[in-house]
């Protein structure tokens, strides 16, 4: 089970996330509690190892401008979040980082891995970082193959079932491994990566 742990924004964040087992951490670049800034990210990703992903988180910006803010970090993945159509991945497409797409399993027109170009799909709650649920019996005749990612209100407390209930490839959490909201409470993390995983 492919584990990202995302919102990240201190050093200790990042240690605890790596060293409890996480396959990939996760930078918010977009207006939130979370958001972090390039050069920020840049401190903070310079001892992950290079088996760890490291993913910038973006919405609501040109694909292009989110391009220039990946390298400028030097994240291993773009993760576009939201109603990014698929000329913004082909524009993206041949860069230095993996591609990520965001989406809902209500909004997307195609839950095929790869179908905009992305490596990996993500499908997440209508409202992104609010660690609210959704219904996953809509997967039923849906879920996608492949390399995608279960996110929305994931906790260490029901991350097992929701595992159970999706059969994803990898599962994102931000919220639930908060003590409030933005800020990382590293036993929660902990839990999360030893849950998703076991
Ligand atoms: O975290 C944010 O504030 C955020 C804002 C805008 C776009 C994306 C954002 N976060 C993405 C993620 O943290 C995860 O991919 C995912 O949404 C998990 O969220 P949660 O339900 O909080 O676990």
């Not at 396959?23 to 207006?31: K, Q, S």
């Not at 492949?146 to 407390?157: I, N, R, S």
């Not at 409030?180 to 990566?193: M, N, P, Q, S, Y």
């Amino acid at each position: 089970m492919f584990v990202k742990v995302c919102g990240l924004r201190t050093p200790a964040d990042v240690e605890v996330s790596v060293a409890a087992g996480a396959d990939a951490v996760g930078f918010v670049f977009t207006r939130s509690v979370r958001q972090v800034d390039a050069e920020t990210v840049r401190g903070l990703i310079a001892d992950v190892p290079e088996t760890v992903l490291t993913v910038g988180v973006f919405a609501g910006i040109p694909a292009a401008e989110a391009g220039r803010i990946a390298l400028e970090a030097g994240v291993g993945a773009v993760q576009l979040h939201g109603d990014y159509p698929k000329p913004a991945f082909e524009e993206l497409a041949g860069g230095p980082y993996r591609l990520i797409r965001a989406t809902t399993l209500t909004a997307a027109t195609d839950v095929t891995v790869g179908a905009y170009g992305e490596d990996m799909l993500l499908l997440d709650s209508p409202i992104a970082g609010s660690g609210e649920t959704w219904d996953l019996s809509a997967l039923a005749g849906s879920r996608p193959d492949g390399d995608w990612l279960l996110a929305g209100g994931l906790t260490p407390a029901n991350v097992t079932a929701a595992i159970e209930a999706a059969k994803p490839w990898g599962v994102d959490v931000s919220s639930g491994v908060e003590a409030t909201r933005g800020v990382k409470d590293h036993e929660l993390i902990r839990a999360f990566v030893t849950a998703a995983k076991g």
